[in-house]
């Protein structure tokens, strides 16, 4: 038997959430049985807990997009039991069974081993979002950012993705303009590094200027929509911005093309959900470098399972600060 976070849909299409104890012959096929011992919160999973953006096909369902653990029990020869290991993205906890569970089976190609100066609670406070943050650090590095090119924007600077993203990149050396709407998160952002604090205020509405005044050498922006738009019109001469969220919408109504064609700006999308397994052991290496773990517990709140679809609904209004890490055992 294992503990799980089950979500249900009723004939009337009304979903539901609890804890339950299920047997181990629910588990999925797969070629690796994981002890989970911590999952983490993301947007995605706010999502899948009630029942929104079609990203759940089938129920009962078990959501949770990434999760961190020992191996118990393997088919495949590049894991043994005992091994350490973390899953995100290849759409577990959506059309998975995922990581909000004490235990978990899924495909070996889907897993990467941990670094060892990485815990799995630690691999979990920095999850899909630290791990798509880090890959939008490297994205950036190989398209030519250094640190003595100016400010580097990052907005939604107080969620998940971006608190990890200021973290890594002020230690990196970079000068550091975070982006938020809530004043009140102004401290936590200078202690993760940022140097700039700027009102979303500023950056939110948009604008029919095809340009405007260049401000930043590169951006991380974890918000999308006109925000988007406005980062890429600020960005300096061949500058580049790394897209990893879209919380603030898809569509962006201020589109233009001049900053790529007068600017020579780079959009580069970030996706860590299909990301080929060697670009996930250098992300996961450089995180365990270049990620200060004691800034990173300072972003950290523990919480168990039947507290996620609180806290998932609170994540779909922007109300979540830093990492949630979940704890399948309370």
Known sequence: MFKALVVRKAEDGAISQAVEELDDAM???????????????????????????????????????DFAGVVEQSADPRYRPGDRVVLTGWRVGEVWWGGY??????????????????????????????L????AVIALEKAGLKPDQGEVVVTGAAGGVGS?????????????????GRP??????????????????????PTAKPLESERFAAGVDAVG???????????????????????????VASFTVVPFLLRGVNLLGIDSVMRPHDQRVEAWSRL???????????????????????????????GVKGRIVVNPQL
């Open 27 to 65: 588990l999925p096929d797969g070629d690796v049985t994981v002890k989970v011992d911590y999952s983490t919160l993301n947007y995605k999973d706010g999502l899948c807990m009630h029942g929104k953006g079609g990203l759940v096909r089938a129920f009962p369902h078990v959501p949770g997009v």
């Open 101 to 130: 569970a004490s235990r978990a089976k899924v495909k070996a190609d889907w897993l990467v081993k941990l670094p060892d100066a990485i815990s799995t609670r630690q691999a979990m406070a920095v999850g899909t979002a630290g």
């Open 132 to 135: 798509t943050s880090m890959l």
């Open 164 to 180: 990890v993203a200021v973290a890594i990149l002020a230690r990196l050396g970079y000068r550091v303009a975070a982006v938020t």
């Open 184 to 205: 009140e998160t102004e401290d936590y952002l200078r202690d993760l590094g940022a140097e700039t604090i700027i009102p979303r205020g500023e950056l939110a509405e």
């Open 225 to 251: 929509g006109d925000m988007l738009m406005r980062v890429l019109k600020q960005v300096k001469y061949n500058g580049s911005v790394a897209a990893i969220g879209l919380a603030a919408g898809a569509a």
């Open 288 to 318: 365990a470098a270049d990620l200060p773990m004691d800034k990173l517990e300072a972003m950290v709140s523990e919480h168990g399972l039947a507290e996620m679809p609180g806290l998932g609904a609170s994540i779909l209004k922007g």
